[in-house]
């Protein structure tokens, strides 16, 4: 029998989360065979090599496979060239999935007649430390994300981009497989490809995925210098991809940066450096107060300057990948790849 379903899942030293995320996608409602999953691993250094095969030891529908050269959209493609179902999911394995999860996928994705579905995060501390929990106040406010719906207001309707989407196989024989260029954000590079072509992207909020984020403040700021990069090369390689949301921290970084430089000619400038810091602090506040009365009052008095490193961060990245794209070293001037299914 061959499965209705091919579950792909990249990861990389998630020995943390491998077992958890598996177990929960493996509760599937559906008839026996009717899945299967194939984990791709990017040469993971911890144990999660050894965990991988102790489900493929015990589930026939898991299969693991490897990914020398360690790039996300790299290990993404070898799982849908090995795939055998009519649909494909991809999952993250830092993510756990609510039983019945790929058959709210299967019904969504046939009741609406989209070409990719799926639905919201719902971000949960990494760890129970304070910085965890710190972090998952930061990324599940609009002040701190932006506007993506499958983050912070997940309505039923179409939608520009969806977590850990569900595709008809035949969508990659239309539109071709993820850019192998981008390190990051080539799941986000592939939907807004799917629109420009006339594919439908549905989010439907029944399908949740419960999301654990970044451990410490340090591997958030980490991860929004990298996204911030990245979505600059990702613009200048697919201009398709732009979304404002992602430009507001590199704006609000270089409005920083110009008043502050500005100010030292010009008291004007400083003058309106210090009533653009004012106003950003009580949007800064405000968003601090709504997180802290739901999360901890605790969190009060740090998080407003936790909004603010994040978007510096973030935005410093954009700055950083535009220098580095004008000294020819970003990967945007690479000969676009060939991302044909076969």
Same mark, same amino acid.
């Given at each position: 029998?061959?499965?209705?379903?091919?579950?792909?899942?990249?990861?990389?030293?998630?020995?943390?989360?491998?077992?958890?995320?598996?177990?929960?996608?493996?509760?599937?409602?559906?008839?026996?065979?009717?899945?299967?999953?194939?984990?791709?691993?990017?040469?993971?250094?911890?144990?999660?090599?050894?965990?991988?095969?102790?489900?493929?030891?015990?589930?026939?529908?898991?299969?693991?496979?490897?990914?020398?050269?360690?790039?996300?959209?790299?290990?993404?493609?070898?799982?849908?060239?090995?795939?055998?179902?009519?649909?494909?999911?991809?999952?993250?394995?830092?993510?756990?999935?609510?039983?019945?999860?790929?058959?709210?996928?299967?019904?969504?994705?046939?009741?609406?007649?989209?070409?990719?579905?799926?639905?919201?995060?719902?971000?949960?501390?990494?760890?129970?430390?304070?910085? =965890?929990?710190?972090?998952?106040?930061?990324?599940?406010?609009?002040?701190?994300?932006?506007? =993506?719906?499958?983050?912070?207001?997940?309505?039923?309707?179409?939608?520009?981009?969806?977590?850990?989407?569900?595709?008809?196989?035949?969508?990659?024989?239309?539109?071709?497989?993820?850019?192998?260029?981008?390190?990051?954000?080539?799941?986000?590079?592939?939907?807004?490809?799917?629109?420009?072509?006339?594919?439908?992207?549905?989010?439907?909020?029944?399908?949740?995925?419960?999301?654990?984020?970044?451990?410490?403040?340090?591997?958030?700021?980490?991860?929004?210098?990298?996204?911030?990069?990245?979505?600059?090369?990702?613009?200048?390689?697919?201009?398709?991809?732009?979304?404002?949301?992602?430009?507001?921290?590199?704006?609000?970084?270089?409005?920083?940066?110009?008043?502050?430089?500005?100010?030292?000619?010009?008291?004007?400038?400083?003058?309106?450096?210090?009533?653009?810091?004012?106003?950003? =602090?009580?949007?800064?506040?405000?968003?601090?107060?709504?997180?802290?009365?739901?999360?901890?009052?605790?969190?009060?008095?740090?998080?407003?300057?936790?909004?603010?490193?994040?978007?510096?961060?973030?935005? =410093?990245?954009?700055?950083?990948?535009?220098?580095?794209?004008?000294?020819?070293?970003?990967?945007?001037?690479?000969?676009?790849?060939?991302?044909?299914?076969?």
């Amino acid at each position: 029998m061959e499965p209705e379903v091919s579950v792909i899942v990249p990861c990389r030293n998630e020995e943390k989360f491998i077992d958890r995320c598996l177990g929960s996608v493996l509760c599937s409602d559906l008839p026996p065979g009717a899945l299967e999953i194939i984990a791709v691993d990017g040469m993971s250094q911890d144990s999660t090599p050894a965990l991988l095969r102790r489900w493929a030891e015990i589930n026939p529908n898991v299969k693991i496979l490897f990914n020398p050269r360690r790039i996300a959209p790299i290990g993404l493609n070898l799982g849908i060239r090995a795939a055998r179902g009519k649909w494909l999911l991809f999952l993250s394995a830092h993510s756990e999935y609510p039983k019945g999860y790929v058959s709210l996928c299967l019904e969504a994705a046939r009741r609406t007649g989209a070409d990719n579905v799926g639905g919201w995060l719902r971000t949960l501390p990494g760890d129970s430390s304070l910085q =965890a929990r710190l972090v998952q106040a930061a990324t599940t406010h609009r002040f701190g994300v932006g506007n =993506a719906r499958f983050r912070v207001n997940a309505q039923e309707g179409p939608a520009d981009t969806v977590a850990y989407g569900c595709y008809r196989r035949e969508v990659f024989d239309r539109i071709g497989l993820f850019d192998e260029r981008l390190v990051r954000n080539s799941d986000y590079e592939l939907n807004r490809r799917l629109a420009s072509r006339g594919g439908r992207i549905w989010l439907d909020p029944n399908i949740r995925i419960d999301y654990f984020n970044q451990e410490t403040l340090a591997g958030l700021m980490k991860q929004a210098f990298a996204n911030g990069t990245w979505n600059i090369w990702m613009w200048l390689m697919a201009p398709h991809t732009f979304a404002v949301r992602h430009a507001v921290p590199f704006l609000f970084v270089t409005v920083l940066i110009g008043l502050a430089g500005i100010g030292i000619y010009s008291s004007k400038a400083f003058s309106l450096l210090f009533a653009f810091l004012g106003a950003y =602090a009580v949007c800064a506040l405000g968003a601090s107060y709504q997180q802290a009365r739901g999360l901890g009052w605790w969190m009060m008095p740090v998080l407003p300057f936790l909004f603010f490193a994040y978007h510096v961060a973030y935005g =410093a990245g954009t700055l950083w990948g535009i220098l580095k794209h004008f000294a020819n070293k970003s990967p945007v001037r690479k000969k676009t790849p060939i991302m044909d299914p076969a």
